[in-house]
């Protein structure tokens, strides 16, 4: 998940992505189309773009640039989602405007903290409803 406030999001990628980046989110538009990122930003207004690196590839570059130069761009924050990490093409895509790489080990680490802290949090709930009742 995107660890931000953003009210709109404009997500490039496949049909196939994983879903556990966008929870909470109800306001997200997706396009597959290399050709309608700029016109769905025009329209959509995003607050933050999240792209798919494998489904982008080396048009990613030139789109980054794009909203680099752009001062109509500058308060989009741009997100970056890939398959493994790789120093020397993540430095490049920070230092054309990505703010925040996610990866997809990442994302499998966070489910695994979030069941822990879910199973924790379902024994005190449980603990503190028994208490309760116990007291009226």
């Known amino acids: 998940m995107i660890r931000t406030r953003c009210k709109k999001v404009l997500l490039v990628s496949s049909k196939a992505f994983p879903d556990q980046l966008l929870a909470g989110y109800d306001n997200v538009k997706h396009i597959s189309a290399s050709t309608a990122i700029f016109p769905s930003i025009h329209e959509a207004k995003p607050d933050a773009i999240l792209f798919d690196h494998?489904?982008?590839?080396?048009?990613?570059e030139k789109v980054l640039r794009?909203?680099?130069?752009n001062p109509f761009y500058r308060n989009?924050?741009?997100?970056?989602?890939?398959?493994?990490?790789?120093v020397k093409a993540d430095s490049l895509l920070k230092t054309l405007g990505v703010?925040?790489?996610?990866?997809?080990?990442?994302?499998?680490?966070?489910?695994r903290g979030n069941a822990t802290l879910n199973a924790?949090?379902?024994?005190?709930?449980?603990?503190?409803?028994?208490?309760?009742?116990?007291v009226h």
């Open 120 to 134: 924790i949090n379902s024994i005190f709930d449980a603990s503190l409803v028994r208490w309760v009742a116990s």
């Open 99 to 111: 703010h925040q790489m996610i990866y997809k080990d990442d994302l499998q680490k966070t489910s």
């Open 66 to 69: 794009r909203l680099q130069t």
């Open 76 to 86: 989009i924050k741009i997100f970056c989602y890939k398959q493994t990490e790789s």
């Open 54 to 60: 494998a489904h982008l590839g080396d048009q990613l």
